[in-house]
């Protein structure tokens, strides 16, 4: 009886070793390698060789928010579902650096071959990202086009891209003839001074009717107010004044207000990098004819057909096509991978936004 009972115990004891190391090597989309699965352990194996589908994260900058919801729904979730390949979207409940990061070395940690993401700080995920190339897993990167540890970086345009763009379409409301200014968030902002300087290429280029007045440019110190206020004080200086071209978000909302306002609908013309929640009622009221912008969700399509294209072996370069509008002739600088993806938001199709 007694050697019976030490048997069981035996018995007992090795499935339990067992049961308990068999757990130990098994991993879920939400956790991280074990020491039986070493987080480099698929270092030695380029990414994609021995799975039929690509296993995928992206990390937004925020999640709650309605432009990255817009992403995540419209983007993420809606490439997964065509392309039957399930999508790892997680990021921080608020803009936090650190709380990235984490997510970042907690995502990287498992058995992934592709990461997107739009980083809080570039500066901040230069290592970690580097872990993950390191790794053998892709990166690709958006509003991050100074970063190196990346495979690639997506963008809905270049700087001269927009700033004509959003020229032409100005010209278009003011006639293609008359006095404008230019508007940035700061004169320290090199996006938005770059963006303007292109628009005034543009117009020297192709519209010879239309004056720079003296002023030539001014600071929203982003801030619609301050916008408000600045296009009133403009148009007493300036009474022959018809467009104002803005770069920050709030440019063409404070100066719809201030022209609504002085009642000089159709008179004086406004455009700027604009969310359509910030501008839907000028737009549909006839105050605005129309805002530049990019989808988000477009770009993170992009950048998923970017990273499938590498990871079935597709040499990245100048006119490739990523499959989504506006990335269909892709320009690649070194690591920027750039598309004609600006967008006019107007009184049409500013209900198709959420954000």
């Known amino acids: 009886m007694k050697k019976t009972i030490a048997l069981l115990l035996v018995l007992i004891m090795v499935f339990a070793m067992t049961a308990c190391g068999g757990k130990q090597g098994e991993q879920t989309a939400d956790q991280p390698a074990t020491p039986e699965q070493p987080a480099d352990q698929n270092s030695e194996q380029p990414a994609g060789q021995d799975k039929d589908v690509p296993t995928i994260a992206f990390?937004?900058?925020?999640?709650?928010?309605?432009?990255?919801d817009h992403v995540r729904d419209s983007g993420v979730m809606e490439w997964a579902e065509e392309n039957g390949i399930?999508?790892?979207?997680?990021?921080?409940t608020e803009v936090d650096v650190a709380a990235q990061v984490q997510i970042l070395t907690d995502i990287i940690a498992q058995d992934i071959d592709i990461l997107c993401f739009s980083p809080n700080d570039p500066d901040a995920c230069e290592n970690i990202v580097k872990q993950a190339r390191?790794?053998?897993?892709?990166?690709?990167?958006?509003?991050?086009?100074?970063m190196e540890n990346?495979?690639?970086?997506?963008?809905?345009?270049?700087?001269?891209?927009?700033?004509?763009?959003?020229?032409?379409?100005?010209?278009?409301m003011m006639g293609e003839e008359g006095e404008y200014i230019t508007m940035v968030g700061s004169m320290t902002m090199e996006s938005h001074n770059n963006w303007a300087d292109a628009a005034v290429a543009r117009q020297k280029e192709a519209y010879p009717n239309m004056t720079l007045v003296p002023d030539e440019r001014v600071t929203s110190d982003l801030d619609a107010e301050v916008a408000y206020q600045k296009t009133k004080e403009l148009l007493k200086k300036y009474p022959n004044l018809k467009g104002i071209l803005g770069t920050s978000s709030f440019d063409a909302p404070g100066a719809a207000r201030a022209i609504q306002e002085l009642q000089m609908n159709g008179q004086v013309h406004a455009i700027s990098v604009a969310l359509p929640s910030e501008t839907r009622d000028y737009l549909k009221e006839g105050v605005l004819q129309s805002v530049a912008l990019w989808d988000p969700a477009l770009s993170a399509k992009a950048m998923l057909n970017l990273g499938m294209a590498m990871w079935k072996g597709e040499e990245v370069k100048t006119g490739m096509d990523l499959g989504i509008e506006g990335y269909r002739?892709?320009?690649?600088?070194?690591?920027v991978v750039m598309g004609q993806g600006w967008i006019a938001i107007t009184a049409e199709n500013v209900d198709d936004f959420e954000f």
Do not use: H, R
């Open 329 to 335: 002739n892709v320009t690649v600088d070194g690591k």
């Open 59 to 68: 990390v937004p900058k925020v999640i709650g928010q309605p432009w990255w």
């Open 134 to 146: 390191d790794k053998g897993i892709i990166v690709i990167a958006t509003e991050a086009s100074g």
């Open 150 to 172: 990346i495979d690639y970086d997506v963008e809905a345009f270049s700087e001269e891209g927009l700033g004509a763009f959003m020229m032409d379409e100005l010209a278009k």
């Open 86 to 92: 399930e999508v790892k979207y997680q990021g921080p």
